[in-house]
């Protein structure tokens, strides 16, 4: 991986479309959708969404089904993946996201400095990244040679002893193929790396 390197959020949550739609319950799908993925991959099949690309697909979701943009999108890539039309972890535009997450032994508002300062992200961090956007819980970084990166902060249940817990969640976005192996090792090392800081300051 060399070191120095906009997807589009959920309602509610900061959260991109993820490219394995398994991130995401058949519950929850049915909740928003009224549909279980199943059901919607044969309709697709029976639209002839084999032969459509991701764009068409998403349209006809949200237009002919009134389907939310967000899950559109997400259908639309599950789709992709399970009929072979899209490798896991590709985007459309053919580049690959790398994900990683990890459950930390702190409170979000304890995690939140090591993400945004960038002294206190140096510690467990060595990439050099330049802030996009940010909101509540989460931030987007230039990751260098038109890479993104995109952090996600949520609240976990604490321990059985009490102590507070959060999980964080990232995606490295716009890479090349070869590059996502060593990239997802990167990243789970530098969260082992937090999550010891974090340790170690209790």
């Given amino acids: 991986m060399t070191e120095n390197r906009g997807e589009e959020a959920r309602p509610g949550t900061g959260t991109p479309v993820r490219a394995q739609s398994s991130m995401v319950s058949d519950r929850a799908l049915v909740d928003a959708t009224g549909r279980t993925r199943d059901e919607w991959y044969e309709m697709l099949d029976e639209a002839g969404a084999k032969e459509w690309d991701h764009a068409k697909i998403a349209r006809w979701l949200g237009g002919k089904h009134e389907v939310d943009g967000w899950w559109a999108q997400g259908v639309t890539v599950g789709y992709e993946q399970s009929r072979g039309l899209r490798e896991p972890g590709q985007r459309p535009d053919g580049s690959f996201d790398a994900s990683s997450s990890k ?38 970084f230039d990751g260098g040679e038109g890479s993104r990166v995109s952090f996600y902060l949520d609240a976990a249940p604490p321990t059985k002893a009490g102590r507070p817990r959060c999980k ?17 090792e990167f990243w789970k090392g530098a969260l082992a790396r937090l999550a010891a800081i974090l340790s170690d300051g209790d």
């Fill in 103 to 140: 459950t930390l032994p702190a409170n979000v508002e304890d995690v939140w400095p090591y993400l945004v300062d960038e002294d206190s992200r140096r510690e467990w961090l060595d990439l050099e990244l330049n802030p996009r956007s940010q909101s509540a819980q989460s931030i987007r």
């Fill in 168 to 184: 964080i969640s990232l995606q490295h976005s716009r890479l090349k193929r070869e590059e996502v192996v060593e990239t997802k």
